[in-house]
Antibody, heavy 123, light 108 residues
Framework: EVQLVESGGGLVKPGGSLRLSCAAS????????MHWVRQTPGKGLEWVSS????????GYADSVKGRVTISRDNAKNSLYLQLNSLRAEDMALYYC????????????????WGQGTLVTVSS | SYVLTQPPSVSVAPGETARISCGGD??????VHWYQQKPGQAPVLVIY???DRPSGIPERFSGSNSGNTATLTISRVEAGDEADYYC???????????FGTGTKVTVL
């Protein structure tokens, strides 16, 4: 059974930083691209970032570009998201999601999701 | 950037058919995927590549895509289908993944 468990969320002041983690199990982690998707409380879904199986292809939403870094450690079956210069509009539930393939391509979609970790930005 | 527009809400009686639209410029040329999200839960993939169903998703869920509109159809609606539904595509021009605005399905 695929399991994705996010951690690292919390309360941070505007301008602060956080590192989110996603521990994966139940599948061959280094065969698949991975994504971060966020959801503002009571609002819709927003794709944040993606990384291919070998970290060669990385993408970011315009809303976070330059402030966010995605990475993965295939030896540890883990995905990460470094959030810097956090703003009020970054406050959301951050989901880790598994791609159906390895390269985060145009046909990509998300066949498994974690339960999310909440990032709160407030002074 | 590419925009996907969904109706905010759809109401349907049990046993009837719910149709949820997802509008986008020439969306028929893209692959559309659909997710169901129940309150307090993570999204679940219910349709991929316009019309394919993952294992475990009832045949009552179906999809279509043509022109400027993709549609998720839920036949013989049950109380357990009450949820938010989101469409999703990949936008080549921005190399990003785009979600629709979401539709809340209420079973009367």
């Amino acid at each position: 059974e695929v399991q994705l468990v996010e951690s690292g969320g919390g309360l941070v002041k505007p301008g602060g930083s956080l590192r989110l983690s996603c521990a994966a199990s139940g599948f061959t982690f280094d065969d698949y691209a991975m994504h971060w998707v966020r959801q503002t409380p009571g609002k819709g879904l927003e794709w944040v970032s993606s990384i291919s199986w070998n970290s060669n292809k990385i993408g970011y939403a315009d809303s976070v570009k330059g402030r966010v870094t995605i990475s993965r450690d295939n030896a540890k079956n883990s995905l990460y998201l470094q959030l810097n210069s956090l703003r009020a509009e970054d406050m959301a539930l951050y989901y880790c999601a598994k791609d159906i393939g390895g390269t985060a391509a145009g046909t990509s979609h998300f066949d498994n999701w974690g339960q999310g970790t909440l990032v709160t930005v407030s002074s | 950037s590419y925009v996907l527009t969904q109706p905010p809400s759809v109401s349907v009686a049990p046993g009837e058919t719910a149709r949820i639209s997802c509008g986008g410029d020439n969306i028929g040329s893209k692959s559309v995927h659909w997710y169901q999200q129940k309150p307090g839960q993570a999204p679940v993939l219910v349709i991929y590549y316009d019309r394919d169903r993952p294992s475990g998703i009832p045949e009552r869920f179906s999809g279509s895509n043509s022109g400027n509109t993709a549609t998720l159809t839920i036949s013989r609606v049950e109380a357990g289908d009450e949820a938010d539904y989101y469409c999703q595509v990949w936008d080549r021009s921005s190399d990003s993944y785009v979600f629709g605005t979401g539709t809340k399905v209420t079973v009367l």
